[in-house]
């Protein structure tokens, strides 16, 4: 038998959110008649827009018909139509990126678990704890060294660099997931000046932006000064506009983004990444296409606000549970999740067991984010608003009961 | 600036393909009123079934609606209805596939340029020259040892073992691209008998299966005894159902396919896999597995044959041609693609110039597959029937001016 790629064996036998609907599943087989409220995976509820529905649709009938037949992509990056939309959305909020710097793919998971592939393995990596699994599984599977920049309740779940340590290619998640901590502008500041200082590049995932209220938290790392010179951005219509099961995202490689090879000289990123997708991608689904770019259009984008509006209810209506109840959070606005402090000095994987079993409300234990989310705990508000405050009356239930 | 994965730095600049449409398009400037007949990328040009379209339309309007909205799918590897579709499809031409050892995905060249990632660097990959460049290039990325198989005039473009060499993980493909060759069931027996006693792995492409005619010629590795002990494969509905654009494919992964760490204990492949995409990939958009499914249908696939036999008319067209002229070569039975030797001994570039400048038809120049291509040259049957004719009598006027 071919020899294995050994690394896989130093990770979790399985991605945290396949562990934790197994660990559902069991609940359901020995409780059937449970009603379970599931604020654990950060997935959405609510249906995708009629603006997307009806330009996917018109897609598909242009698929059927010979003139209007679409194959191969030729680039496989997104057809600029799509392109140009992404691009007119990030002028919206104040980011000049052209749209030959946006890549359209299947998702950001994707490109962010693949980005690794084009820089070598003796990078050293920095992530910060806690973070999305799949910044360090993909590093992990690679063999790469990973090191940690510490979020924990005294920075409010917001680690900042120290400059004493070096790191070549740097993880930020803002708003944050898990913990719904987000970066102002000076704070991005501080983290450009410090990937320019060690050459690094940071990855920055800006998944959850359009949950962003406050005019001092940029919605694109390209709404700061010097972003282009040192940062990857990735971002999915998953959150936005309810893509998840829809799979399309955008990576934004700015052209200044440049890597350096051992004799010196220097490599542009997004070439690089260009090749590495031309040989194992070949573009996103025309019809899903067509439904993105109906996004941003006028109506899409006001369809799609009403649904975000909805969730940032729903979070707020968490948080202010948390607040009665004088449970320490992050999150909550400007982010659909509210990242709070276990009661009684809990771990994490015991108050998920605890809310399973006696009120049958699912969360993510942050433990599974990195050894700082021990002890706190992930609920998102992308359910149900009537499920949502009956699983917030159970909650209150409960810890007045500990 | 974070050092690069200077694996990339020993690749072409640009995929195949991507160079091809350079030379096209500059081609196009010089001569805007040409009329250009493309036999080159093996892309289709019918349009997608209405059994297709109709079942990814209600899918988009299942979208639209809170009730049947789907988000993420719980698995990434696919719908249980689209398994269970492609392992009744299995069952039609005598393999025995169980749904849960497929796994969709996003079309071939993902999983085929990915799969590399779980097995150690320091494997021997044999792949058989020439072949599709993404088992080469995916393999040089992660700076693997190549060796190769001659597949050449002599043997029909279809290589077997040499026994005494040893290889790790095997790269096969048939119906093969670029040849158009075909393996027999007896000759993937002498395959599966080599990788056993080699203790490797078969990463079986089967991407033009759907047009395979000949009754000795199996439609998967695991129509031969054994495979299900070394074989991946590896396919598509690109091909049989005109998918390129709508993206979705699937791979095999047998439960008996182990692979061996470092302390002797066996691995499952299939498991392995999976935790590499539960990191890497979230699963294919929902309407288009709808999609996907709707192929598998009677009418679906009634639909799809009337296409394929279509395109099996432009081969029979583009054989009987080369025969009239004297021309060598392959495929053009159980295979789109008919792969001929240059007149005069031509190097393949020079004969892509001669074709594009004198009669505006392009095709693929066979040294781009690798060096037993070169003097060789690829022409595709998916095009339109009246322009294939007309690709068909300037090639004769071409080839009698020589």
Chains 1, 2 share one sequence.
Not at 142 to 165: H, L, W
Not at 251 to 265: E, F, M, N, Q, Y
Not at 300 to 308: A, F, S, T, V, Y
Request: hydrophobic share 40%.
């Amino acid at each position: 038998m071919p020899k294995l790629n050994e690394n896989f064996l130093k990770l979790e036998k399985n991605y945290l959110f396949i562990n934790i609907a197994k660990k559902i599943n069991a609940f359901k087989q020995a409780n059937p008649d449970a009603d379970i409220i599931r604020m654990g995976i950060g997935d959405v509820t609510l249906p995708i827009a009629p603006a997307v529905v009806d330009a996917m649709k018109k897609a598909c009938d242009e698929m059927g018909v010979k003139e209007t037949f679409k194959g191969y992509e030729d680039s496989g990056a997104g057809y600029d139509f799509l392109k140009e939309a992404v691009s007119g959305y990030y002028k919206s909020f104040g980011a000049d990126v052209s749209p030959d710097e946006i890549r359209i793919n299947d998702g950001a998971k994707s490109d962010c678990g693949n980005i690794v592939d084009i820089f070598g393995d003796d990078n050293i990596i920095l992530v910060t704890d806690p973070a999305y699994p799949v910044y360090v599984d993909s590093n992990l599977m690679s063999g790469r060294k990973i090191i940690y920049a510490d979020s924990n309740e005294d920075n409010g779940f917001a680690a900042m660099p120290d400059y004493d340590v070096h790191a070549d290619i740097i993880y930020l998640c803002s708003p944050n997931n898990p913990t719904g901590s987000v970066y102002t502008r000076e704070q991005l500041a501080v983290w450009i000046d410090y990937a320019k200082k060690n050459n690094a590049v940071i990855i920055y995932d800006s998944a959850y932006e359009a949950f962003i209220t406050d005019p001092n938290v940029p919605r694109s790392i390209f709404c700061v000064d010097g972003a282009d010179e040192v940062a990857i951005e990735m971002c999915s219509l998953s959150k936005t506009a309810g893509f998840t099961g829809m799979r399309c995202g955008y990576t934004v490689i700015p052209d200044k983004l440049k890597v350096i090879a051992s004799d010196g000289t220097e490599v542009s990123v997004s070439q690089i990444w260009g090749r590495r997708q031309g040989s194992k991608f070949n573009g996103v689904s025309y019809p899903v296409q067509r439904g993105a770019e109906a996004v941003f259009t006028e109506k899409g984008l006001e369809q799609i606000h009403e649904n975000i509006a909805y969730y940032q209810e729903n979070a707020r209506i968490i948080a202010d549970t948390m607040s009665e109840l004088g449970v320490k959070f992050t999150g909550g606005i400007n982010s659909p999740y509210i990242w709070f402090k276990c009661p009684n000095n809990m771990g994490s994987w015991d108050f998920f067991d605890l809310m399973l079993e006696k009120i049958a409300v699912v969360g993510t234990p942050g433990a599974g984010f990195g050894k700082n989310g021990e002890g706190w705990f992930r609920l998102t508000a992308f359910g149900d608003r009537q499920r949502t405050i009956e699983a917030m009356e159970r909650f209150k239930e409960l810890i007045k009961s500990l």
